[in-house]
């Protein structure tokens, strides 16, 4: 059974950091592409950041460029999102996913073509 798991969400303060894991089970990850989306309450599921199968390729919401990183350790099958300089605008459920297709590079940023999801961990940025 494919699982992902999300850890590293809180309630932090406005310029604060926090760092979000994803641990993927079940399947080996190595070749998908991996990303972080967010939903805040009352609004769409928003890509936030995505990682391509050898860790070359990123992509980023612009809401969150230069201040996010994503990174991943494929041995352990895990996704990282590093948030700095948060802001209140940031606070959502972030949730990992997983994008089983062969892409070449190309992350997508569409919810709809991503294949496996966490649960979502809860982060609130406070003023």
């Known amino acids: 059974q494919v699982q992902l798991v999300e850890s590293g969400g809180g309630l932090v303060q406005a310029g604060d950091s926090l760092r979000l894991s994803c641990a993927a089970s079940g399947r080996t990850f190595s070749s998908y592409v991996m990303a972080w989306f967010r939903q805040a309450p009352g609004k769409e599921r928003e890509f936030v950041a995505g990682?391509?199968?050898?860790?070359?390729?990123?992509r980023y919401a612009d809401s969150v460029k230069g201040r996010f990183t994503i990174a991943r350790d494929k041995p352990e099958n895990t996704a990282f999102l590093q948030m700095d300089t948060l802001k209140p605008e940031d606070t959502a459920v972030y949730y990992c996913?997983?994008?089983?297709?062969?892409?070449?590079?190309?992350?997508?940023?569409?919810?709809?073509?991503?294949?496996?999801w966490g649960q979502g961990t809860q982060v609130t940025v406070s003023s």
């Open positions: 996913a997983a994008d089983q297709a062969l892409r070449f590079g190309l992350i997508l940023t569409a919810a709809a073509e991503y294949d496996y």
């Open positions: 990682i391509g199968w050898n860790g070359e390729y990123t």
